[in-house]
């Protein structure tokens, strides 16, 4: 649904995207993750056109971005990093605002308006002017403009930033309703917990360059490793005693976090049994012993180390 490849935007000949290529699959969400400055509101403003590369070439939908920009235009909705909104327009009337710049027929403007704005759950506060919200509503509302057109594609920079963690999981729970509804999501963020919950795919910039892409399990399975993670009772001696114990037996990067011991692992399954073996031994009782799978947070710092 959305290509890139070779996509390069150098804005002083140092800062910028160099080479980005990109294949986010129809109806997928997909998470652009990377540093404050690695380009990736860059990148998101040539996919929908409004900066020009310096190479390369994109398409979203089948067609070029810089050759066919209408069709584009036509299929995408996008909620910028900074939302701009008027403070003196009403929720209804900025929907109604933006329905019209995308030529919406009169007969259909309201339906589409307050369909939107339930779905926000935004349609009791749709009469009171915008100088008046909250920032998780001016978000939500920024979505709706966004949504107005019934895009295929969606282009959403940073989403959640800045809002607390209700209206975060709010944001999160209607990208995860539209991905349902079939639209392929393109989402920054740094939150990578949420990225980890909404996307199926991402790929991880630094300095303007991609270094990892790929579907979130093969990502994983790619830049981590899933680890083993054993509560000790009597810590924090026991803890500390544990970790000895476990590197004694060959385990590698152990950590102590509390009355939990936690060490790196390809080969979980097999190495339970023995580091419960050789705790037990050593009289350390084990409250609890279990297989924890990589955290996208894990391969992200991965990725930013190389
Ligand atoms: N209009 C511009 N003129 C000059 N340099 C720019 C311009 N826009 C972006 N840059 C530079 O290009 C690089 C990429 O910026 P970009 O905004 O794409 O990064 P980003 O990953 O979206 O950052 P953030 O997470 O902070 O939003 C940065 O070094 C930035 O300073």
Redesign the pocket.
Known sequence: MITAKGLTKL??GK???RNIDLYVRKGSTFGFL????????????ILIGLLKPDSGIASVGGYDVSSDPMPVRRMIGYLP?TVGLYEYLTAFDTLDYTARLHRIKAGDRKERIEHILKDLDLYDSRNIKIGNFSKGMRQKLALGRALINDPDVLFL??PTSGLDPQASRNIEALIKDLKKEGKTVFI?S?ILSEVEKMCDSVSI?KE?TIRASGSMADIKAKYSSPSILVRVSGAPLNAEKAAGILVSIGAEQVEVLDDCVSLKTGRPEELMPAVNRALLEANIPVVELKRMEPALEDVYFKVMEE
């Open positions: 804005y002083d800062h910028g995207i990377g540093k404050n400055g690695s380009g990736k509101t860059t990148t998101i403003k990093e920079d940073e920054t740094h910039l303007g």
